[in-house]
């Protein structure tokens, strides 16, 4: 397996385009201007420049019923030109709301029979769980994923406190738009049975998707991942 591409914080800080947020009313962003109305569906090209994946079996099937505990995000990057016109909702925050998304209509469609629970909502991870939480995370930057003994075992805490037979995530996500018509993704995800402590799925995706129209790249950060 890889090496895991993940830097140690999970800070997220929104980064909306320089320029582009509104003085006054609670620092909300301005409205999007006429540049990104266009009024066209999103619709992609999607290049793919590396694409890993390792299963536990050929046929990924989960206990039917047993519930599916959803982390936060560990690490969100997003990337966006200095200047420009057209990314007012491109932040952080909008990336990892658009994965998430994403996430829970897969898992959802591959596992109808297994109640989906967010454990930590708004990404806050509770203040009796929080030390334990960076600790048994500390490390994925030089241990792999499958080898890491100290999150195996959080895991399994995880299960019990929670009580969920699984636990999804994603270990990192990086969007850059590269301009209006083109943006890139990478992104790490993975499922757990918590309760053994064992890996089931590990998903890399790494690609390039280009607009087909002539719609600004300001949403559907998500649309083209294909885990």
Known sequence: MPRLLLF??????LSACAGQRA???????????DDCRSGVELSFDVKV???YREQASEVLALDSGAAIGILPALNVVANSPEKCSYCHSFSESAVEFDFAAKEDSVLAAR???NERVLLFPGSQVPERDSAE???????????????????K?????????????????A???????????TFEWESEWSIWDAQKGELL?????NLTAKSKNSAPVDRGWAACLRF
């Open 8 to 13: 140690s914080a999970l800070t997220i800080v």
């Open 23 to 33: 003085e006054g009313v609670g620092g909300r962003e301005k409205p999007p201007c």
């Open 49 to 51: 420049n590396r694409v």
């Open 111 to 113: 596992f109808p029979n």
């Open 133 to 151: 939480f960076w600790n048994a995370f500390a490390n994925l930057r030089e241990i792999p994923l499958s080898e890491n003994k100290e999150l």
């Open 153 to 169: 075992d959080f895991f399994k805490k995880l299960s019990l406190r929670y009580k969920v037979r699984y636990l999804a995530f």
């Open 171 to 181: 270990s990192f996500i990086e969007v850059s738009i590269k301009d209006r018509k």
């Open 201 to 205: 799925l590990w998903d890399y995706q």
